[in-house]
């Protein structure tokens, strides 16, 4: 992940300048192969490895009851969390949670919540004292760039495919599974612009991450909604280019879709 | 009553299905995932690097440091992330489990890091990691005397059985559960727990067939290494 300013690299500068890129992609281009693989851990509700270029992360969903937050009495709640692996990336320490792990929680589950994606009003199971919690989890594996678009799309593609355990009196029985699948309403996919100089570009690798002053993501859901935002980065954006951005993230976001519903 | 067949229909002496693969993780110096049936490990290793805090430096050899942990969703009942008390016991004994076969003098004053997290549990998560950590050490290229190989040895009624599942562990009659790894060239035992109930006997003979099981994940484990170079010429 890039919050390192405006940290230039002359090198990848001159190449956006000239509108090209270190791998040769265009700037609207995510790397490939974008892979998306299932049942990481058996013993999730539903779990997800996501590997864009030699990016790697996973996610899983495990699920628990308890009582409603009182002013969404008649819904389950969706807890996310993330953890930027000290495995994953020479920059990562050991420690409590540090602000950009936070945020890439925050950028995912305000993605999920907004767009609706999942129905919490079916995760109620009686109005005001028991209701579904779903706990999502993220985990980095691999920091090669754009971090929030792979943690994104990891964490749906495992809310996509977890199941509901079984319930025998108000208690979870844990590690059976029922065949009732989390009720989801839409699918929405976070994609992220990056700004280098006066260039708007996706999914940056390791080497471009260095250079960018800053970055806008979008969460987007099918029907071409923006759900949610997140600037973050040392310099500005203009408007123009905010809406530039969010036109290359609506365009670009349907090479993760593609592979999502594939 | 005796455990006379195992559950998976395993011998006695017999280790679950063995996956090992080197350099999975680009970005540290080394890496590697160890499968031992259903129970995952991926381990990277970071280093020799600058060490902080520095009064942990020392002027003869590199520090060699260790995380081991569970992802929340590994286990059927979710592990809250951070360290608890038991990661950070097995984060220690696999520090103690390695170091023996690492020659760190060439390293003074910095530190290398061993990062060992299990994606997904079912007994034996900290041989497993042991196993990965110690491929990842020689991916990372730190010199070695040896590669460390790590298995756990069980009691189950009254047989003595290697390399338990989470079924065999939670077993009514109690299982004994004694995890070893060793260093199978120079023959040193570099991890030794128990928790259970067994006599001296048998502790000789579960040590006897951990031996013997260790032979063959090492045969896994080079395999591994050599796998990567062999991938890279081609």
């Known amino acids: ?47 997800a490895r996501v590997k864009i270029g030699d990016t790697e992360v996973i996610a899983g969903v495990k699920m628990d009851v308890g009582t409603p937050y009182p002013d969404t009495l008649d819904q389950g709640n969706l807890i996310t969390n993330s953890e930027l692996l000290p ?27 907004e767009s609706g994606m999942i129905d919490l009003k079916k995760l109620c199971i009686r109005e005001g004292e028991l209701v579904w919690n779903i706990l999502l989890d993220i985990y980095t594996i691999n920091d090669d760039g754009n971090l929030i678009d792979a943690a994104a799309l990891a964490a749906i593609a495992a809310l996509r495919v977890a199941v509901l355990p079984k319930l025998e009196k108000d208690k979870v029985q844990f590690g059976e599974f029922t065949k009732t699948k989390v009720p989801i309403k839409s699918t929405p996919i976070t994609c992220t612009i990056f700004k280098i100089g006066q260039s708007l570009i ?26 949610a935002m997140q600037k973050g980065g040392s310099i500005g954006f203009s408007l123009e280019e905010v809406d530039s951005a969010i036109g290359l993230a609506k365009k670009a976001s349907e090479q993760l879709r593609k592979e999502l519903t594939k | 009553m005796t455990y006379s067949k195992r559950f998976d229909g395993r011998k006695f002496d017999e280790v679950r299905e063995l996956e090992a693969k080197v350099g ?45 942990d569970l992802l929340s969703f590994s286990v059927t009942e979710r592990k809250r992330p951070g360290p608890s008390r038991r990661s950070t016991e097995i984060s220690m004994v696999t520090v103690d489990a390695l170091e023996p076969v690492l020659d760190l003098s060439k390293f003074a004053y ?44 069980g009691k189950i009624s009254d047989k003595i059985c290697v390399d338990l599942t989470k079924e065999e562990e939670d077993h009514p009659e109690g299982a004994t559960d004694l995890p070893v790894a060793m260093g199978t ?24 067939m951990a031996k013997k099981a260790c032979e063959g994940i090492k045969e896994v484990q080079v395999k591994a290494l050599k796998d990567k170079y062999k991938e890279a010429l081609k």
């Open chain 2, 110 to 153: 910095t530190g290398i890091d061993i990062y060992v997290y299990i994606t997904q549990a079912d007994a034996g998560t900290r041989t497993a990691g042991i196993n990965a950590a110690s491929l990842a050490l020689a991916d990372a290229g730190i010199p070695m005397k040896d590669l460390i190989s790590s298995v756990a040895v």
């Open chain 1, 87 to 113: 495995l994953s990336s020479p920059l990562f320490l050991p420690g409590p949670p540090d602000p950009q792990s936070v945020e890439l929680a925050r950028i995912v589950d305000r993605g999920i919540r």
């Open chain 2, 185 to 208: 060239r120079t023959g040193q035992v570099t991890l030794l727990q128990m928790d259970g109930n067994m006599s001296q006997e048998e502790i000789k003979e579960a040590l006897k």
């Open chain 1, 202 to 227: 996706v999914d940056t690798n390791r080497q471009e991450e260095e250079s960018v002053d800053a970055r806008l993501s979008v969460a987007i859901s099918e029907d071409g909604q923006i759900h």
């Open chain 1, 1 to 47: 992940m890039n919050d390192h300013g405006n940290r230039s690299n002359n090198y990848i500068n001159l190449l956006i300048n000239k509108k090209t890129r270190i791998d040769g992609r265009q700037f609207n281009e995510f790397r490939q192969p974008i892979e998306i693989s299932y049942n990481v851990s058996n013993k999730a509700e539903g779990s």
């Open chain 2, 24 to 68: 999975i993780i680009k970005r540290a110096a080394g890496s590697a995932m160890f499968r031992m049936g259903k129970t995952v490990a991926i381990a990277a290793v970071y280093g020799p690097r600058e060490l902080f805090p520095s009064f942990l430096q020392d002027p003869k050899k590199g520090k060699l440091k260790c995380i081991y």
